[in-house]
């Protein structure tokens, strides 16, 4: 199980932290996933992160704004959102990357909403 | 980067057609090539993942096939519950996953 939580109303330029609590897995053993869908969109892959956190990527619209980070002992995901733009607004969804990575499992998303 | 493309955006079919839909990647990604199923409101469910491998629990109603630049996702008979939004992602490097625009497929 995956349950993101941290979404909510934020002004542009401001800052906001989403997390991911996960159950049922070994979260150590995974790699984890933030993916976005702005409203009415498609999908966006967001940010990628190692089962030990020692490698970490994201697209490039969001290269040193977010910053995403684990911690294996309480099996959870973060991502800390910095500098938001209008254009982040979307639902949030976490998901564990499973075979090559990819999103086998996923939360319910959370809603991130920029705006003044 | 590596680019996406979908065809078409949106399909109307019905029940008991076949379905083709269409990813174009903008260099070669080989067969690291993923099929989701999105329904309104609800996350995206992987469905296809090296290209032609269905995944567990995934009805072989779906088929994937392709190589390279060009990708297809099959239908073989549309079903009530296959009316949703469809997207391709390439995996090629752990650097950058990127999805399609995805394609509709609604009831004609």
């Known amino acids: 199980q995956l349950v993101e939580s941290g979404g909510g109303l934020v002004q542009p330029g401001g800052s906001l932290r989403l997390s991911c609590s996960t159950s049922?897995?070994?979260?150590?053993?995974?790699?984890m996933i933030w993916v976005r869908q702005a409203p009415g969109k498609g999908l966006e892959w967001v940010a990628n992160?190692?089962?030990?956190?020692?490698?970490?990527f994201y697209v490039d619209s969001v290269k040193g704004r977010f910053t995403v980070s684990r911690d294996n002992v309480k099996n959870s995901l973060f991502v800390q959102m910095s500098s938001l733009r209008d254009e982040d607004t979307a639902v949030y969804y976490c998901?564990?990357?499973?075979?090559?990575?990819?999103?086998?499992?996923w939360g319910q998303g959370t809603l991130v909403t920029v705006s003044s | 980067d590596i680019q996406m493309t979908q065809s078409p955006s949106t399909l109307s079919a019905s029940v008991g057609d076949r379905v083709i839909i269409t990813c174009r990647a903008s260099?070669?990604?080989?067969?690291?090539l993923a099929w989701y199923q999105q329904k309104p409101g609800n996350a995206p469910k992987l469905l296809i993942y090296?290209?032609?491998n269905l995944e567990s629990g995934v009805s072989s109603r779906f088929s994937g096939s392709g190589s390279g630049t060009e990708f297809t996702l099959t239908i073989s008979s549309l079903q009530p519950d296959d009316f949703a939004t469809y997207y391709c992602?390439?995996?090629?490097?752990?650097?950058?996953?990127?999805f399609g625009p995805g394609t509709k497929v609604d009831i004609k």
């Open positions: 049922g897995f070994t979260f150590s053993s995974y790699w």
């Open positions: 992602q390439q995996y090629n490097s752990y650097s950058g996953y990127t």
């Open positions: 998901a564990r990357g499973g075979r090559a990575g990819l999103g086998d499992y």
């Open positions: 090296e290209a032609s």
């Open positions: 992160i190692k089962e030990d956190g020692s490698e970490k």
């Open positions: 260099q070669n990604i080989n067969r690291w």
